[in-house]
């Protein structure tokens, strides 16, 4: 996670990863500490980041109680501290299958896309491009200038799958945590990861609507 707007891409992100029984090594940036404080209210902090973490993915987009069961996934998640640039996802021999940064920042696409590694973040998605391994980057800003825009693209050129966080509206949404899901959805499709995280489009206009 790097400092964007968009915690809840992440927490749906993390949900469904945890729900197909798939391990996650988390990595969440210093700047990603802030939006998590703004947009949840919660210190996340290294020393205690297992107890924040199911505080956190316990709610929904709105920030109250998502009646989420994050049950014993959670034991299933590996945390790294941002500035540790020894841990695991440092090395092109740590085993995982890809990385996804959800939301991806755009200090963050330029940083990726110069090969910068000025953090775990940062390295960690380095390390995958080089390795040839999926990375997906839920870039997340609005506006975009054309540096970002060639950064994006540099990092295309590269093999990594860019995935606006743009919800679409065609999925039949009623709350916000559906619009959050469709995009949580579109990036784990671009990781190759099975979810039921929105409904797809079956090419029957009018199939979104809802009447009651
Ligand atoms: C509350 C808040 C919201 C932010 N939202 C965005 C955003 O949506 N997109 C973005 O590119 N940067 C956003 N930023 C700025 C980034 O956090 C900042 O560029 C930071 O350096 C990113 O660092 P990182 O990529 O190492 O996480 C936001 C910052 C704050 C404090």
Known sequence: MSGASGTPYA???LRALLDTGESVDLVVSRASRLTLLDETGISFRDAHWQDDLREW???GADGKPGGFDIGAGIERVRYWAAGDLAAGPS????PVKGMLIVPASTACVAGVALGLSKDLLQRA????LKEGRKLVVA???TPLNGQTLRHLVTLDDAGATVVPASPAFYAGATHIQ?????VA????DAAGVEHRLYRRWKGELGGGTHTT
């Open 139 to 141: 870039v997340r800003e």
């Open 57 to 59: 993915l316990a709610r």
């Open 91 to 94: 090395s092109g021999s740590y």
């Open 125 to 128: 998605a380095s390390v995958t």
């Open 185 to 188: 959805g579109r990036v784990l």
């Open 11 to 13: 927490a749906s992100v």
């Open 178 to 182: 559906d619009l959050v899901d469709f």
